[in-house]
Each structure stands twice: as C-alpha cells, then as structure tokens.
T-cell receptor
Framework: EDKVVQSPLSLVVHEGDTVTLNCSYE??????LLWYKQEKKAPTFLFML????IEKKSGRLSSILDKKELFSILNITATQTGDSAIYLC???????????FGAGTILRVKS | KAGVTQTPRYLIKTRGQQVTLSCSPI?????VSWYQQTPGQGLQFLFE???????NKGNFPGRFSGRQFSNSRSEMNVSTLELGDSALYLC??????????????FGPGTRLTVL
C-alpha cells in the first residue's frame, strides 16, 4: 500500500532556530514529491522534487530528496514566527491526479 | 493569474440535508481534484475531474459526487449529510501533461459543519 509518513508530528522552537522536517514514502512508480505549507486554510505550494531535481532552495527554506532511501527533508533556517504552520508532504499517484499526503508536521515558532 | 476560488467559504447544515460546493480552477487548468481534511484523517482524496470526466475516485461512499463543466469549473455534492462529514473541503487544480503538472494548487476551502 502506498504511504507517506512525516515526522515529527509537532515541533516547538524559538525564533532563530533551524528545523528539519522529515518525510518518508513507499510508493510504486515514484514520479515526484511535493511540500506544502498550510497556515489558515489553503495549503500553499513550496517545492516539487523529482529524480532529476533532488535539491531545491528558496530563501531560508530548502529541501532534498533521497531516492535511494525513499525520504525527503525540509529545512528551515533562522525560523520566524511567520513560519508557524502545518507542513505537508505529498506524493502524486496514478499519473499525478491523486495526491497522498502525510499527516503533516505542526511547527510552532515562539518569539 | 488568479488562484483557485471556492464558494461558499463556510456552510452550516443539519443531518440529512445535502450540500453543493463550487470550485473555479486557475485559468488554463483543466484538472480539478477534491480533498477532505479532518483532524483525525488528515487530507484525503475524494475525486479528480479532467475534461468533464471523473478520472479517479477515492474511498468515499456514493453520497459524495461531483461534476465538471466545459469551462473546467467543478462542483461536488454531498447528500444525506452525516455528522462525520464536517470537514474542510479543498479543491485543487493543475495542468497535466508534464512532470510539473503533478503540482496541485489549492483553493481556500469550504468549511462544512453538520449539526
């Protein structure tokens, strides 16, 4: 059965800390892995990682994909209170039309 | 480009009623997917529509249905509402045809409360 597992489930840090969020997956016909940030309502897209693009970076956020070990990590450096959110990892199945999500990591950044 | 829009944003219904939610995808996106998000189950896939055809369906009862119109706008319907249907319903659109098309862009959701 295809599955996506995230850890930790929740995390509390102080502003300025660096955090690492984990996502492992077991899927057939892997195509890509997506990271989203969800604050109030809509998950907003952060990164897509594929076999040909195993590392992405945007400002203080970066992500890598380890296709051999079947996991991805999302790093956030110099955290800010605005980084407080749920971070979701998802893997597209069945030609991309169905996303299977992990349970998410709830990140709280304290000032 | 305008993002994915969903209406209404909030709904309160009673058990046994039915409800229709609407979603307008990003301009040019022909694929629309629907998800249910609850604290206990997380984000669960409901179904996907492309060119007015349902291409995939998640593990939900037949009370959950949907359709897509020729302009790619989509509606989902839940009949005979149950308390357990209370959730955030999210719509997402994408432009399939390439690997980048795997990325789904989400709307703000409709918060449904069933009393």
């Amino acid at each position: 059965e295809d599955k996506v597992v995230q850890s930790p489930l929740s995390l509390v840090v102080h502003e300025g800390d660096t955090v690492t969020l984990n996502c492992s997956y077991e899927v057939t016909n892997f195509r890509s892995l997506l990271w989203y940030k969800q604050e109030k309502k809509a998950p907003t897209f952060l990164f897509m990682l594929t076999s040909s693009g195993i590392e992405k970076k945007s400002g203080r956020l970066s992500s890598i994909l380890d296709k051999k070990e079947l996991f991805s990590i999302l790093n956030i450096t110099a955290t800010q209170t605005g980084d407080s959110a749920i971070y979701l990892c998802a893997v597209p199945m069945e030609y991309g039309n169905k996303l299977v999500f992990g349970a998410g990591t709830i990140l709280r950044v304290k000032s | 480009k305008a993002g994915v829009t969903q209406t209404p944003r909030y709904l309160i219904k009673t058990r046994g009623q039915q409800v229709t939610l609407s979603c307008s995808p990003i301009s040019g996106h022909r694929s629309v997917s629907w998800y249910q998000q609850t604290p206990g189950q997380g984000l669960q896939f409901l179904f996907e529509y492309f060119s007015e055809t349902q291409r995939n369906k998640g593990n939900f009862p037949g009370r959950f249905s949907g359709r897509q119109f020729s302009n790619s706008r989509s509606e989902m319907n839940v009949s005979t509402l149950e308390l357990g249907d209370s959730a955030l319903y999210l719509c997402a659109s994408r432009s399939p045809g390439s690997l980048e098309g795997d990325t789904q862009y989400f709307g703000p959701g409709t918060r449904l409360t069933v009393l």
